[in-house]
């Protein structure tokens, strides 16, 4: 098994996870009214699982300094 496997099944889970939040932010910015408590948090944990990714993504590729 490859090493690298937990990290890119944690990525896919952060990717889809990343991808309903988009989902619902969207809907619920087109309700009205909309509670702006709510959607502060979600685009808050959006923003963190979008640090997430990218540090994973980082992990996963190679280092191209050489």
Not at 12 to 33: G, T, Y
């Amino acid at each position: 098994m490859d090493d690298l496997e937990p990290l890119r099944r944690r990525l896919a889970e952060l990717e889809s996870e990343h991808h309903d939040l988009d989902e619902v932010i969207a809907r619920m910015s087109d309700a009205v009214p909309f509670d702006r408590l709510r959607l502060q948090r979600l685009k808050k944990r959006k923003l963190q699982l979008k640090d997430m990714i990218e540090k994973l993504r980082s992990q996963l590729l190679p280092d191209i300094t050489a």
